[in-house]
Structures are given as structure tokens and as C-alpha cells.
């Protein structure tokens, strides 16, 4: 077979070998005259092609290969090696169908969250600014304000941790169907505190250092900066669950903490009641972040686990000494400190740890907070309401209920 016409030399940085079929019965000629008659067609190309029954199959270009995008990825699986040995990271083709549901715990949590849906717009906050202009201290003030501008900016980083990361990674449904719905409920945790700061801050100068403050409060930055390194980490899936475990368990508990201890006196009705709301959804995070770490397989070391807890508690003792100036009535840095350490302790014991602080809780009347609410649902709209018929989903299967009048009796 004769080559095709081509200049016998050619620079050898333009020639780029693509295709090497070698000569032999597993591989017809046609095979590779198929292949060639396909990438020409593919790149109208000068081209040569040679052969011979003791060489191989080549086929050169004259100009260099054209570079190919990349794939992007499908599945959002992380690299790890070791994360592909988890049942929640590994690659699952039926991410996309919700049904069957796998792990039954994770669906109930997901029905939870589904039933204590709420919007800002419930939230009355007609008699918050008469208690803020006329009952607040000053010191009061500057506690809730550090407060709110917290928890103004950290739903936001919460937000871009779940789309950005933990819904790519995670591959079950179920999961990301809580996920879904915790980022829609952040956004309406940051919705209502924005506007708590909007209500309750005149000044257009302070509103702006506060909606900033990320930026220009010091204790909030370092929070914040501490939350959004996980987020860009390359540590592994375990240690990061751990980290935003820590966000919505340890960060947050100080705030709220001093948010019911407004709501023990009697003060901000509308802040007190969006607090039971968004207090009870962070819970549910929380305690759905600990169902997690219990269904991996490869989970951190004791020690690993009290690094990330301690380096917690330690950035978040500083923003109550910081937000907590002067000692309130009842309330304190150091009783915030303990209360804090008691926190942290109550999410080893949820993770399946030791406890690291063995302190008890200062604030007896925080106790309350975790029991069920009494609340006539007619008086008032209740923190601990639920979207009727969504948990009564979970008894009986889904069976369909009838109320009737035709019985006999």
C-alpha cells in the first residue's frame, strides 16, 4: 500500500500521534481505515497515513490536536479516595428518584422539617420597638444588636455551605431532601433577622456596620472567617459535617441563649417568638448533622473531634466577653462561658463522645425551652406548631384518613 503525498519533513512539534492500531487478527485493517475515515471527517486535515505488515497502525496530524473541554462533573462526588467506601458519598444512580426510601431516619427528619415550615410574615413585631426605645439599657442593646449581626451574616455562610458542598456530595435523596429544605428555611433565618435589625436600627450609618459586620464587628469576623474556612477545606466529609455541627450547635447557642433570657422578662415578643422558631430549626440541623457522622463509616478520632469542639467554644467565649461587656442582670460572660462549655458537652454525648467541660447548666430556666409547648394554638401561633397531616405521615404509612357521619350507633 502506497503513502499518501505528504511533505517528508514536518516540524516534530506539529506532529501529534493519536491513534496506534497495531496489525493484528483482533484488529481488521477495516477497523482502523473505519477510525481514520472518522477523524477525518471529524478534522479535514492534511494527513498521512502508512503501513506496513511489521509496523503499526499511524496516524499523524499536521497541526496539533485541538484542545477538548472538560467534562464537568455529574454527581458532585468528592475525591477522596477514602469518602467513595461511604454509603452517603458514593456515587448513586438513583439520587434522582426519591423513592425507595432507604434510610428511614433521615426521611423522618426531612418530614420534621417539613411540618414546622414558618415565614417571616408570621412574626408580629408591633410592640418589639416600644420595649427596645423604652426598656432596653444601652448595654442590652449593644448585646442584642452583636447578636443579630451575627446571626444576620451566618445563615448566609450556612446557606453557601449546603449548596455549594454538602448537597453535591451527599448522594441520598432522602438527604438531600432535608437539605433542600434547610437551605429554604435559612433563607427565611436570615430574611427574619435582617428585618429585626431594619425594625429596630434607625441609623442609616449604624444599619450599614451592622448589616456589614462580617467586616467591621471584630468577634463576628472571627466566627465568621472560623465557619467559611471549612467550607473551601480539603479536609475530609467527617471533619467538616463536624465543623457546621459545631456552627448551629455552639455558635448559635450563646445567641439564643440571651434572646430567651429577653423572653423571661417579658421583653420583644416579636424577637422572642421568631427566636423559639428559628431556635427549634437549628435544633433539627443540628441534631440531623449528628444523624449523619453516625452513618459514616470512616468517623474521627476522640481527639480530632475535642480540637475542632475546643477551638468552637474558645472563638465563641470570646464573642460573649465581647458582645457581653458589662454584666447583666442574670446574665453574665462567665455564667455565657459555662453555658456554652454545657453545650459543647451535649454534642459529644449526640455524636458518641465523652463529655471534655462536666459542667452544668447555669441558666435553669434555659431547661424549659426544650419542653413541649402548652400554647393554646388559639391564643397565639406557637413555636412548636406543625403543618397539619405531614407528621401523621410517618404512623400508619401514609394511609389515607376519612372522617364520617354515617356510622351506626
Known amino acids: 500500500m502506497k503513502s499518501a503525498s505528504f511533505p517528508a519533513r514536518l516540524p516534530r512539534q506539529f506532529k501529534t500521534k493519536i491513534l496506534n492500531f497495531p496489525n493484528s487478527p483482533s484488529r481488521p485493517i477495516s477497523h482502523a481505515n473505519l477510525s481514520i475515515n472518522f477523524f ?22 499536521s497541526f496539533p490536536f485541538p484542545k477538548m473541554p472538560s467534562l464537568p462533573i455529574s454527581n458532585g462526588v468528592a475525591d477522596n479516595r477514602d469518602e467513595q467506601e461511604e454509603p452517603l458519598l458514593a456515587p448513586n444512580p438513583d439520587r434522582f428518584c426519591m423513592f425507595p426510601i432507604r ?74 431532601a432535608f437539605y433542600g429544605f434547610q437551605i429554604a428555611i435559612e433563607n427565611i433565618h436570615s430574611e427574619m433577622y435582617s428585618l429585626l435589625l431594619e425594625t429596630y436600627i434607625k441609623d442609616s450609618r449604624e444599619k450599614s456596620h451592622l448589616f456589614h459586620a462580617i467586616e467591621t464587628v471584630p468577634c463576628v469576623a472571627r466566627k465568621a472567617q472560623w465557619a467559611l474556612r471549612w467550607i473551601d477545606a480539603s479536609n475530609s466529609f467527617a471533619e ?3 465543623a457546621f455541627a459545631c456552627v448551629e450547635g ?44 453516625s452513618l459514616l463509616n470512616n468517623k474521627l478520632s476522640e481527639d480530632r473531634v475535642r480540637e475542632i469542639v475546643s477551638d468552637a467554644v474558645d472563638i465563641e467565649r470570646e464573642f460573649v466577653c465581647d458582645a457581653l461587656p458589662c454584666a447583666l442582670v442574670g446574665m453574665n460572660a462567665d455564667l455565657m462561658s459555662q453555658y456554652i462549655e454545657f453545650v459543647a458537652d451535649r454534642l459529644l454525648g449526640a455524636l458518641g463522645y465523652a463529655k471534655m467541660y462536666e459542667v452544668s447548666n447555669p441558666f435553669d430556666w434555659m431547661e424549659l425551652i426544650s419542653l413541649q409547648g402548652k400554647t393554646n394554638f388559639f391564643e397565639k401561633r406557637v413555636g412548636e406548631y406543625q403543618k397539619a397531616s405531614v407528621m401523621s405521615s410517618l404512623n400508619g404509612n401514609g394511609a389515607i384518613h376519612e372522617f364520617k357521619l354515617d356510622e351506626d350507633f
Open 250 to 293: 455552639i455558635f448559635f447557642s450563646g445567641s439564643f441563649c440571651a434572646i430567651f433570657w429577653l423572653k423571661k422578662r417579658g421583653l420583644m415578643p416579636g424577637l422572642t417568638f421568631s427566636n423559639e422558631l428559628i431556635s427549634r430549626d437549628e435544633g433539627l440541623h443540628c441534631d440531623f448533622a449528628c444523624l449523619l457522622y
Open 103 to 176: 434510610y428511614p431516619q433521615i426521611w423522618e427528619m426531612y418530614k420534621k422539617a417539613e411540618a414546622s415550615f414558618w415565614t417571616a410574615e408570621e412574626v408580629d413585631l408591633s410592640q418589639d420597638l416600644r420595649h427596645w426605645d423604652q426598656s432596653l439599657t444601652p448595654d442590652e442593646r449593644h448585646f442584642v444588636t452583636h447578636v443579630l449581626a451575627f446571626f444576620a451574616a451566618s445563615d448566609g455562610i450556612v446557606l453557601e455551605n449546603l449548596a455549594g458542598r454538602f448537597m453535591r456530595e451527599v448522594q441520598l435523596p432522602e438527604a438531600r
Open 40 to 61: 477525518q471527517s471529524l478534522f479535514p486535515l492534511r494527513a498521512i497515513k502508512s503501513y506496513s505488515r511489521t509496523s503499526s497502525f499511524n496516524f499523524y496530524f
Open 240 to 242: 467538616r459535617i463536624l
